[in-house]
């Protein structure tokens, strides 16, 4: 037997309005949550890649930095070890034992790439690092037990035992940056010329 439509049971419209806000709450809140974790992702991948970028550049400076000087052939090689140093760039020179010939190298904080931004670490002209806001280099005679820092640009380069670096990233200007506290990553390290006065 067929109940009529007037007394089958179902849901009225005002129950079907109340049931569709309360799914549209829940599914706001859950889309809100998900914007809030994919920013936080991107934040901390920009966090990451600028901790790496600033790490490794400071790894190949100490590593080249440390050669400064170094020479084991009994030739004599003129201006060999720090030849320049300022606050920005320092220039170099070691014997390179593949060669056996003096090699010079430079680093500065330039504008390499042409945008209008003093935002490059180069190693002879060639960026090495971008994103990067600050560069110092700052160095110390060999006094004992406290080295003296010496002012740059240093007039007797020769003087020079330790180099102090320096570096401060930056999040790419092109890229979206969610958190203004996590935007820069800056690493100092310094690194002793053993070559240097001997």
Do not use: C
Not at 79 to 91: E, H, K, P, R
Not at 100 to 128: K, M, R
């Amino acid at each position: 037997m067929m109940k009529s439509l007037k007394t089958a049971n179902g849901f009225s419209l005002m129950e079907l309005m109340i049931a569709m806000a309360l799914f549209s709450i829940i599914i706001a809140a859950i889309i809100g949550s998900r914007t809030r974790q994919q920013e936080q992702h991107i934040t901390q991948t920009q966090a990451v890649e600028m901790q790496q970028n600033v790490r490794a550049v400071m790894f190949m400076m100490k590593k080249a930095i440390r050669m400064a000087g170094f020479n084991p052939y009994t030739t004599d090689y003129t201006n060999n070890g720090i030849n320049t140093a300022d606050s920005t760039t320092l220039t170099f020179s070691y014997v390179d034992t593949v060669t056996e010939l003096l090699s010079t190298d430079t680093y500065a904080f330039e504008d390499d790439d042409g945008d209008g931004n003093i935002d490059d670490i180069t190693l002879n002209a060639v960026v090495l690092a971008e994103n990067i806001s600050n560069l110092t280099f700052t160095y110390f005679d060999g006094t004992s037990p406290v080295p003296n820092a010496i002012a740059a640009p240093v007039a007797t380069p020769a003087d020079i035992r330790s180099i102090q670096i320096s570096i401060t990233a930056i999040v790419d200007q092109d890229e979206l940056a969610w958190a203004t506290n996590n935007n820069t990553r800056t690493l100092t390290s310094t690194v002793f010329l053993r070559n240097m006065g001997l």
